[in-house]
């Protein structure tokens, strides 16, 4: 099936790291990505990770990618209240359809 | 290239009239997409096109929902007649192909009372 899940909120003061979990079903999934949407906007592409990586950085961004437990994590390091808003997984599925994430609303208070 | 354009921003109509949202893609993308965001289902994918043909329309909740896309640069997406459930932001996206990045629009913010 095609299921991509994710915690809804993460609260997180200023500076500190933010760590957002997602967790995917198909497994033939060649490109996960993560997107994110600021209010009254639409989604935009942060980064995205190729399935024989495990890890990828991108300045702040890290992503984690445990294959054997379909588990995905985008790490912010030094969150910024900029970087409020909310932030979706995604993955190609099988069918060839970009499934996203419920989405996980990150909250950066100072 | 402005991005994905979508139009209207924002929409208010009553039920059983009918809806028309309009998408213009990024030249060059192949692919169009079309999602709904709602905060009880997220986002789902409606239907998408490749080179102007529809070619997955299994997220199209029912027959109300249409989308057509005459040409390149232009898709419709029509609710006819429109109900209060389908009250949510809509979006459009393009892409080069499959597996690139996905342009989103701003998203059309639809009301039905």
């Known amino acids: 099936g095609e299921d991509v899940e994710q915690s809804l909120f993460l609260s997180v003061r200023e500076g500190d790291s933010s760590v957002i979990n997602c967790t995917y079903t198909?497994?033939?999934?060649?490109?996960l990505y993560w997107y994110k949407q600021e209010p009254g906007a639409g989604l935009q592409l942060l980064t995205y990770?190729?399935?024989?990586?495990d890890m990828k950085q991108d300045q702040r961004l890290t992503v984690l990618l445990n294959k054997k437990d379909k588990h995905l994590s985008l790490r912010i390091a030094d969150t910024q209240t900029g970087d409020s808003a909310i932030y979706f997984c995604?993955?190609?599925?099988?069918?060839?359809?970009?499934?996203f994430g419920t989405g996980t609303r990150l909250q950066v208070f100072p | 290239d402005a991005g994905v354009i979508q139009s209207p921003r924002h929409e208010v109509t009553e039920m059983g009239q009918e809806v028309t949202l309009r998408c213009k893609p990024i030249?060059?993308?192949?692919?169009l997409f079309w999602y709904r965001q709602t905060m009880m289902r997220g986002l789902e994918l409606l239907i998408y096109?490749?080179?102007?043909?529809?070619?997955?329309d299994s997220g199209m909740p029912e027959d109300r929902f249409s989308a057509k896309m005459p040409n390149a640069s232009f898709s419709t997406l029509k609710i006819q007649p429109s109900e209060p459930r389908d009250s949510a932001v809509y979006f459009c996206?393009?892409?080069?192909?499959?597996?690139?990045?996905?342009?989103f629009g701003q998203g059309t913010r639809l009301t039905v009372v």
């Open positions: 996206a393009s892409s080069k192909g499959l597996r690139t990045e996905a342009f």
């Open positions: 990770i190729f399935s024989n990586m």
């Open positions: 030249s060059g993308h192949d692919y």
């Open positions: 995604a993955e190609i599925s099988n069918t060839d359809k970009l499934i």
């Open positions: 096109f490749n080179n102007n043909v529809p070619i997955d």
């Open positions: 198909d497994s033939s999934s060649t490109y």
